[in-house]
């Protein structure tokens, strides 16, 4: 077992707090993603349980043993990071060989299992190379390569493949997550990338100014999110979202009005609000342009005008400026230019509310009343 527990775990640097108080669960076996912008506190994190950081409170456990008196190389994790770390008087096969040598695994081991890492991540014309021959690329695939030979109970990846090209990074992710699978390894990945993120992860961690947002599996996270940062960071392309200026309850449902003072919508969903909403929000791929199925909700939108058509093969995203905002609709055709009047039909299940402290606002279907 090596589950990873953080406890009222704390970081400051002199008067700035980075991490507040905060507990976290990263289960034994799963992949765990840190997600957030940049400067959210996730690589702070992800050192303090490598041991290259202190924490200023709390507590680090690894399988249960309290870390935080040990020092890193005693804690039988595997480190990944962004800058490679690479031995560059030594060649690829010195590299990836190293942590088998320094455990003084046999010769013979060495050789196979460095020739089995190399084949899966396509090193095996680079062996003798040094780093400096090597691509960015390159050599961030033998610094993966050096970790997963060690085969530990932990791997910590620091944004490993931020600097691989799009084709190599897809297939690394995929790698990873075979090798996850196979090794059933407690592994705590640290990534800006919510697309890596959605990839890879049994449980995501979202994380703004070292504050935990959310916790829960990708589609929890893209179904529910808890608040309006959530929200607006997990998917792509970004959710829709208009601000709601009334919000009144009847027999029927909910009756709202979108947009300012001057430019209202109304809309009539058969939901009952659990709070005051402020803000609405649908995904682009929930909303269709065209007559609603029975039940659906209609919004509609005047003004239209295509500012861009994102074509990704087998689907296309139209963005769009309109007099409630911009917003993005997946698009009916290949080659749309939507402008005028749209008509979006929604389901009420696919509406997010949100209240004024930008948290989740609850809501249930209710039987249409005649």
């Known amino acids: 077992m090596a589950e990873i527990q953080l406890k009222s775990i704390s970081k400051r ?7 507040p108080d905060i507990d976290l669960t990263m289960p034994d076996g799963q992949v765990t993603v840190l997600l957030g912008p940049s400067g959210c506190g996730k690589s702070t994190l ?3 349980i490598a041991g290259l950081e202190t924490p200023s409170g709390g507590e680090v456990r690894i ?22 770390a690479l031995y560059p008087h030594k060649t690829v096969r010195q590299n990836l060989a190293f942590p088998l040598r320094m455990a003084k695994v046999s010769a013979a081991e060495q050789q196979r299992s460095v020739d089995e890492i190399a084949g899966t991540l396509e090193l095996t014309p680079l062996l003798d190379r040094f ?11 033998v610094a993966m390569g050096r970790a997963m030979i060690r085969r530990p109970e932990v ?15 897809v297939r690394l992710r995929l790698e990873i997550a075979r090798m996850q699978r196979t090794l059933k390894a407690t592994a705590v990945y640290v990534t800006h990338d919510q697309t890596e993120a959605m990839t890879l992860a049994d449980q995501i961690v979202v994380l703004r100014k070292g504050r935990i947002e959310q916790v829960g599996s990708p589609l929890t996270l893209y179904r529910s999110p808890a608040n309006l940062f959530v929200a607006g960071f997990i998917g792509t ?8 200026q009334r919000c009144e309850p009847d027999a029927r449902g909910t009756f709202l009005r979108l947009g300012d003072a001057t430019q209202q919508v109304p809309l009539h969903v058969p939901l009952r609000l659990h709070g005051e909403a402020t803000t609405i929000g649908f995904r682009a791929e929930q909303a269709r ?10 919004l509609e939108l005047r003004d239209c005008e295509t500012l ?43 509406l997010h509310f949100f209240s004024a402290d930008e948290r989740a606002v609850q809501s249930e279907a209710i039987r249409a009343v005649a």
């Open 289 to 298: 342009i065209g007559e609603p199925a029975p039940g659906e909700v209609v």
């Open 46 to 48: 992800l050192r303090m």
């Open 131 to 141: 780093p400096r021959q090597l691509s960015g690329g390159q050599r961030q695939r």
């Open 155 to 169: 791997f910590l990846y620091d944004e490993p493949l931020s600097n691989l090209d799009l084709e190599l990074r």
């Open 308 to 350: 861009a058509v994102e074509q990704l093969g087998d689907r296309a995203f139209c963005y769009l400026r309109s007099a409630l905002g911009e917003l993005v609709l997946l698009a009916p055709t290949a080659n749309p230019q939507l402008s005028g009047t749209l008509r979006l039909s929604i389901a009420p299940e696919s």
């Open 237 to 244: 392309p970004r959710i829709n979202l208009f601000k709601v």
């Open 63 to 84: 399988a249960g043993r309290l870390m935080n008196d040990v020092p890193p190389s005693d804690r039988g994790c595997a480190l990944v990071f962004q800058n490679y």
């Open 13 to 19: 640097f002199g008067d700035v707090e980075v991490i």
